[in-house]
């Protein structure tokens, strides 16, 4: 599990019991792996950006054509779909 899934799978927990704490669950792990399921699907649901988020990232300066190629001025920072999917990945896998 990472902090990102983590993260998420309280903002779900508190949208749904919002005068409820998440360690009130105690030995109910299983309530807190379910929101964690949760937040793993609303959070792979994001791999792909939608048309307005591409639009949002043109206007930032990303170049979602050049990144698919690698081009080589793409620079150090978020420049393609490439990164965020990366990102997103990141956010998924399970830390050692």
Known sequence: MTAMIEKVARAIFAADWPKDD?????????????????????????????????AAGMRRGIDWEYGKTGHPDNGPILQSEASYIAMIQAALETTP
């Open 22 to 54: 998440w360690g009130r669950f105690g030995e109910m792990d299983h309530v807190r792996e379910r929101y964690r399921a949760m937040a793993r699907a609303a959070i792979d649901a994001m791999k792909e950006p939608s048309e307005a988020m591409r």
